[in-house]
């Protein structure tokens, strides 16, 4: 079974920077999509962030110019730079793979809160 371990989360002020892993077990990343998706209390999980097997990357238009996705194979691992954070982004951070849909179960995710 494939497991998910995100990590990075934290309380940071408006305009703050947090910078996200994701440790993947398993499977390598390096065949598989792979995405960040969050999700804030009381909304539907969304995705904000992917990257594609040969590093196609698309993000989100909330996110976009402030978030970065990136990848060590070497180390398994999956990377979200967030930057300018915004109050609004205050949500469970997950990472899975998959384009539009998740391919395995969630992790715990991590919790990231940015204070007005």
């Known amino acids: 079974q494939v497991q998910l371990v995100e990590s990075g989360g934290g309380l940071v002020n408006t305009g703050g920077s947090l910078n996200l892993s994701c440790e993947v077990s398993r499977v390598s990343i390096r065949t598989y999509p792979m995405g960040w998706w969050r999700q804030a209390t009381g909304k539907q999980r969304e995705l904000v962030a992917r990257m594609n097997r040969n590093y196609g990357i698309q993000y989100s238009d909330s996110v976009k110019e402030r978030f970065t996705i990136s990848r060590d194979v070497a180390k398994n691992t999956l990377y979200l730079q967030m930057n300018n954070l915004k109050p609004e982004d205050t949500a469970i951070y997950y990472c899975?793979?998959?384009?539009?849909?998740?391919?395995?179960?969630w992790g715990q995710g991590t919790q990231v809160t940015v204070s007005s």
């Open positions: 899975n793979g998959g384009i539009t849909d998740p391919l395995w179960s």
